[in-house]
Nanobody, 122 residues
Framework: QVQLVESGGGIVQAGGSLSLSCTAR????????LGWFRQAPGKEREFVAA???????YFADSVKGRFTISRHNPSHTEYLQMNNLKPEDTAVYYC????????????????WGQGTQVTVSS
């Protein structure tokens, strides 16, 4: 079965940067939309960013202008570059993949990564 393996989490001071990666193991359709979600303690999982097969991107308002998402299809990898991090960005970040489009990935996720902790200190 398809597995999404994440890496790159860690601890960073506010204003710093961090990059996450997510690599798919097993068959992954090149046309799948890829994305990132996060879940802070005591809160529900929320959408962060998505990228479709055309390179189109969509970001949550909370991270727009600070985060960027990219993908490298030959290695079946997606990335989340996080800049100007804030304490409120602290969460477990999950990569995801699904057959829907940019604005429907929230409802059409088929595969989830295992999660990686991002902690931003003030």
């Amino acid at each position: 079965q398809v597995q999404l393996v994440e890496s790159g989490g860690g601890i960073v001071q506010a204003g710093g940067s961090l990059s996450l990666s997510c690599t798919a193991r097993g068959h992954m359709f090149a046309s799948y939309t890829l994305g990132w979600f996060r879940q802070a303690p005591g809160k529900e999982r929320e959408f962060v960013a998505a990228i479709d097969w055309t390179g189109g991107r969509y970001f949550a308002d909370s991270v727009k202008g600070r985060f960027t998402i990219s993908r490298h299809n030959p290695s079946h990898t997606e990335y989340l570059q996080m800049n100007n991090l804030k304490p409120e960005d602290t969460a477990v970040y999950y990569c995801a993949a699904g057959g829907g489009g940019l604005h429907t990935i929230v409802d059409t996720v088929e595969f989830w990564g295992q999660g990686t902790q991002v902690t931003v200190s003030s």
